[in-house]
């Protein structure tokens, strides 16, 4: 136990104690802790162990970029794995544990994968778990079990979550100085403006106080920034928000910790300019078994300090390549902890600093290098020596490894859309270049300040104030960074890690070239460098001069790995916000839905509707109550809700002109009265879209579409009104919820239609088939289109929502005379099949065409619309395409698989792959034939028919033998829906 409380400093409330456990046991925190911190404070070394050789594993660094102290958080239902304990504020009853570690962390059995680690190189499952190909289930069990990080919680989320859109005139990302700055900047150039930080606090990481921003001390320079920001009414200041990833369009998403009835709420915010200031992940230098605990980043150990008065170690080597390092020595000391020595890689160093060291009593190795780190659960000491002369080692005694080797800019969400990054061989890091969205389009993004690689505190100051003035249009000034190449030396004892998260060394990154792999993406997939959520936080450079250097090339010249989103792990409940349960598809229900519920109605989801699918009788089976309900239609008469049917409402002079666009057949010459089938196309030729269209007068029509494609229907009108035919004289509203609608249907129809007294004639000669007409029905105001989906004699009844369920209990009341049954969707969809009917998404399935389905005949050739060019394509007219067919079984007894495959020999003598000539849309079993009928799409199909063909199931382990037929079963001359 090295880490330990001062006894002043920091931003925590000493009068505010926190108690939390961490492995079982129960420890003792301050108000404005983070886990990390207070297990720090309480002397906890090992927080976890490492991915793949389970190593012991502490904290190395402070934020997002930490890579190892990946914990569990909570229990029950609100568990969350791999949090960040960096990134978890301390809060009463706080539970966490360490995971991917078994039985606990300080015995891990999975440990002997260390001792085994030779034989456990990168890529080594790709090549181990190949032979006998009969073992490979007993290997997946095993590598899933062993793989992974966390354990999902099983239980449903009972936490509340929030999405906010929103529109900003600048985003800043990042409210440390250079984003303040920017803030600030911005006030005169921009109306709303959103500031976001990761920290609950504005202005860094604190550990710059000493500093003075145009002559103001650090601190009071950010108050009263942030008291104009407040007092301007323009900015929306959002402390402990995180954004995650950078998307198409410069839409950046954020997730803010919610304290109350909310955890967390995801912004989605469209800005007009990004002003990125997100800093810089500080460096680590590579040495031998660096990835002991009680090894950490300079930076790291200076914030915990800082901002929480914890204190990682008790006696200090820091290893460093740069001057700023040296701060993190020299505020330990004062903070009363023995700095052994530091060691520097250069081999010139400033004399201030060395007359610095040399007040403060502190050795000064410049010129080298550490070999070595030793201990076991914690550093005890490490191995120095001079950089080239790995023979004079130096041996030190400490207990804490403190290493800095320059900043890396936590450029991510420059680069999640397509931004690039430079390598700066000045500052030993990939700074922003050229800011690129989706498709190469221009990004409205901008790095500032250390993102943008300035680390001097005067260049982030003034990178940010020229990025705030650009809100206006301005550019930004990027001052160039200055000074001597790092100097970053690689040794070579085994086991440097240089992916802390996923156990990748210097070894492994050897290994993935020497075995051909050059590109750096390539690597990484093969070693899974900077992958997880690490995504290259801490890797930064390293990583890619190690490949470049095993190539003999510069890092420039192999360029770098792209980080993906999202920045930090982002739980699942706040990217579905609340849109879960019902509300992730709200069940949309018809007027009637009441009644259904009442009378035994089974439903269904149909898209975004509840809609009965059948009503099933005591003692029937679901079979049972389907066939009943499609027999009584063909003998008696059906009521069916057909509500929810899209319904469009189209109105002015140039309606004609715009239906003739969208469908294949003509529209001008529809008379006023009566109704016309028709079908679209998308712009490839496919069949999208069949329905009806109404024309009730010269200027007004009235359009149904199928259930599932309302919504794509009106964006695909809209889109013709706008674009195609822009300056069209036509207004589309979409009226689906404004009508309820009924269909009756059977051949006593027209007797139970009269029953309800209409004042308006029915007859076949006043209401003829493709008719409509308006007027009072049972005393309620009714449109009626005389149009069939069953193949009898039918009515589609319209009604404001409000009357429908008056209108259906009329209809039911008066039905008892006549037979009438309700029918859901199954006996509907039987119906159909037995006329041969295609529907969206089973025989239409995105890559028929109109002849493929039999209506050739109907698409006009006098007149342009949506696919009509792409018809002519010589694939289009081949003989073979799959062509609409009804399949009948040559046993009747037998059913047809659903989905299977058509082919023409079943024998076992067939050749792999077994040709396939087409395949099953839709089965059902025929009350009117007494047999099972299928619909299937076959090559060739119509010059076939006659021919028997086998319809085969690797699922259901089938072969049926049917018949090729006619898709129309009953009623082929409309007989019927004609009387």
């Known amino acids: 136990m090295s880490g330990w409380r001062a006894a002043s400093g920091g931003r925590i409330e000493r009068s505010r104690p926190i108690e939390f456990h ?104 790709y ?84 500093a003075r921003i145009d002559g103001q001390p650090y601190g009071a320079w950010v108050e009263a920034v942030l008291a104009r920001l407040r007092a301007s009414g323009k900015v929306t200041l959002l402390p402990r928000c995180t954004a995650y990833g950078h998307y198409d369009g410069d839409q950046v998403g954020l997730i803010e910790e919610v304290a109350g009835a909310v955890r967390l709420r995801r912004w989605m915010i469209d800005a007009d300019r990004i002003v990125l200031a997100t800093g810089a992940f500080e460096r680590p230098l590579l040495f031998g078994a660096n990835d002991r605990p009680g090894v950490m980043l300079a930076g790291a150990a200076r914030a915990y300090l800082h901002r929480h008065a914890a204190v990682p170690g008790r006696r200090c080597v820091l290893y460093a390549n740069h001057d700023a390092a040296y701060e993190a020595a020299f505020d330990l000391q004062r903070a009363g902890v023995a700095i052994e020595a530091i060691v520097d890689a250069r081999a010139t160093v400033a004399e201030a600093l060395t007359a610095r060291c040399r007040t403060a009593g502190i050795r000064h190795l410049a010129g080298h290098m550490i070999a070595q780190s030793r201990g076991r659960r914690r ?31 936590a450029a991510h969400l420059f680069t999640h859309s397509g931004g690039r990054l430079r390598h700066d061989a000045r500052i030993g890091a990939l700074v922003p270049d050229v800011p690129t969205g989706a498709g190469g389009t221009p990004s409205r993004m901008v790095a500032v300040g250390a993102c943008a690689g300035l680390f001097e505190l005067a260049d982030c100051v003034a990178s940010g104030r020229a990025a705030g003035a650009g809100t206006a249009g301005g550019a930004v000034p990027a001052p160039a960074p200055s000074g001597e190449p790092p100097v970053a030396p690689v040794g070579t004892a085994s086991k440097q890690f240089v992916d802390l998260q996923n156990d990748v060394t210097v ?102 509707w509840r809609r009965p699918q059948f009503y099933r009788r005591p003692g029937e089976s679901d079979m049972d109550a ?28 140039d309606v004609a002109r715009l239906l003739d666009h969208v469908y294949v057949n003509g529209w001008s010459t529809l008379q006023p009265g009566r109704c016309r089938y028709g079908v679209m196309l998308r712009e490839d030729g496919a069949v999208m879209e069949d329905g009806t269209t109404t024309r009730l007068s010269d200027d007004r029509w009235f359009m149904t579409t199928t259930t599932g494609n309302a919504e794509r229907i009106l964006a695909h009108l809209e889109r013709a009104r706008q674009v195609d ?26 007797l139970l239609l009269g029953a309800l007294g209409p004042d308006f004639a029915i007859d076949n000669a006043a209401l003829p088939f493709m008719s409509m007409a308006e007027g ?9 289109l005389r149009v069939s989906f069953s193949g009898e004699l039918a009515y589609e009844i ?68 949506v696919g009509r060019r792409s018809l002519g394509r010589s694939a289009f007219t081949a003989p073979d395409r799959k062509q609409l067919v009804g399949l009948m079984t040559v046993d009747p007894a037998r059913s047809i698989p659903r989905g299977a495959q058509i082919i023409r020999d079943g024998s076992a003598a067939q050749p792999t792959p077994v040709p396939m000539d087409g395949h099953v849309t839709s089965v059902a079993f025929s009350p009117e034939l007494d047999r099972w009928i299928a619909l299937g799409l076959v090559a060739g199909g119509r010059a076939a028919l006659g021919e028997t063909r086998i319809a085969a199931s690797p699922l259901t382990n089938e072969m049926v033998p049917v018949m090729l037929c006619d898709p129309v079963f009953i009623d082929p001359e409309g007989r019927r829906l004609r009387a």
């Not at 003999?552 to 010249?557: E, H, V």
Request: proline share 6%.
């Open 507 to 608: 070894a492994d990154l050897g290994l993935a070239v020497r075995e051909g792999y050059r590109s750096v993406e390539h690597v990484k997939r093969y070693t899974t460098l900077g992958m997880g959520t690490d995504q290259g936080k801490l890797i930064g450079l390293n990583g890619v001069e190690i490949i470049a250097a095993a190539q003999g090339k510069s890092a420039a010249a192999i360029g770098n790995s792209r980080p993906r989103p999202p920045f930090s792990p982002v739980t699942f409940g706040a990217m579905a916000g609340p849109f879960v349960g019902d509300l992730l598809s709200p069940a949309r229900t018809t007027p009637m839905h009441r009644w259904h519920a009442a009378h035994g109605a089974f439903f269904a989801n149909v898209g975004s």
């Open 379 to 409: 550093v005890t000491g490490c191995v120095v020596h001079p950089v080239g002369q790995p023979a004079a080692t130096v041996v030190l005694t400490c207990d804490l490894i403190l290493t800095s080797g320059g900043w890396n800019p």
């Open 22 to 125: 961490f492995n079982g046991r129960r420890y003792v925190g301050y108000e404005g802790d983070t886990l990390a911190s207070a297990l720090i404070a309480n002397g906890v070394d090992l927080l976890a162990r490492s991915f793949k050789y389970h190593r012991p594993r502490g904290l190395v660094a402070y934020g997002a970029d930490e890579p190892n102290a990946l914990v569990e958080v909570g229990e029950g239902a609100r568990r969350e794995p791999n949090v960040k304990a960096t990134q978890v504020r301390l809060t009463p009853g706080l539970v966490a544990r360490s995971q991917n570690c078994w039985p606990t962390v300080g015995f891990d059995l999975m440990a002997v994968n260390d001792l085994i680690a030779p034989l456990i190189p990168s890529g080594f499952y």
């Open 798 to 865: 319209y009604t404001a929502s409000g009357d429908a369920p008056a209108m259906w209990t009329a209809l039911v009341a008066a039905g008892d005379a006549f037979g009438l049954m309700p029918y859901g969707t199954e006996a509907m969809m039987t119906m159909r099949i037995e006329k041969g009917l295609f529907v969206p998404g089973f025989e239409a399935d995105g890559r028929t065409l109109p002849d493929d389905l039999g209506l050739g005949r109907m698409v006009s050739t006098k007149k342009e619309f």
């Open 127 to 210: 090549k181990t778990f190949k032979w006998p190909v009969a073992a490979w289930p007993f290997y997946e069990r095993l590598i899933r079990r062993a793989a992974g990080m966390g354990r999902a919680p099983v239980e449903p989320d009972p936490d509340a979550y929030e999405t906010v859109h929103r529109h900003a005139d600048c985003l800043v990302i990042g409210g440390g100085v250079a984003g303040l700055a920017a803030a600030d900047a911005a006030l005169d150039h921009a109306e709303s403006l959103v500031v976001v930080d990761a920290l609950d606090t504005f202005g860094g990481l604190g550990t710059a106080e000493e």
């Open 776 to 784: 009072r029905l049972a005393g309620i105001a009714a449109r009626v």
């Open 725 to 750: 035919l822009a300056g069209l004289d036509v207004t589309i509203t979409a009226v689906t919820e404004q009508w309820g609608a009924m269909a009756i249907a059977g051949p006593r129809a027209r």
């Open 626 to 653: 389907v066939v009943r309900e499609a027999s009584n239609v063909r003998r008696q008469v059906g009521l069916t809700d057909v509500s929810t049917l899209g319904k469009i409402d189209l109105q002015g002079p």
